[in-house]
């Protein structure tokens, strides 16, 4: 079984680790992005302005699991396809999620559970 809160701490961690003095602004933007405009809105949102977040949330979801050989991918698309790094295709791949609404809000939440460890992360790099 694929921890699901295990794999939004790893990469929480791993975007609040991100070197950039906008880091935590950017977070902060992409959560409200997140939670008022929704997931689309969101990553059209991170990559005008913050397309190395992007990417990590990219590979958040294509990572294979070390232990239990599943990808988190897998709950959202076909078990053959993955979320591509080009941006127009990654849009088509979440056209392909959003037409069931409960995939849609399950990405929501994964999301903003991960957004806010990397928010907490990066804010402790402060002090």
Known sequence: M????????EYGQKIGKISDSKLENNLRKALGVLQEDG???MFLWLE???SDIRKELVEFFNKEDKKTKVKLINYFLDSNKSFSQNFDEFCRNLQEVAI???????MKKLLERTLTY???HAKSKEG
Do not use: P, Q, T
Request: proline share 0%; glycine share 0%.
């Open 2 to 9: 694929l921890n699901l809160d295990y794999r939004c701490m």
């Open 39 to 41: 997931v689309y809105a």
């Open 48 to 50: 005008k302005n913050a």
């Open 100 to 106: 069931n609404i409960d995939k849609l809000l399950f």
């Open 118 to 120: 990397a928010l907490y």
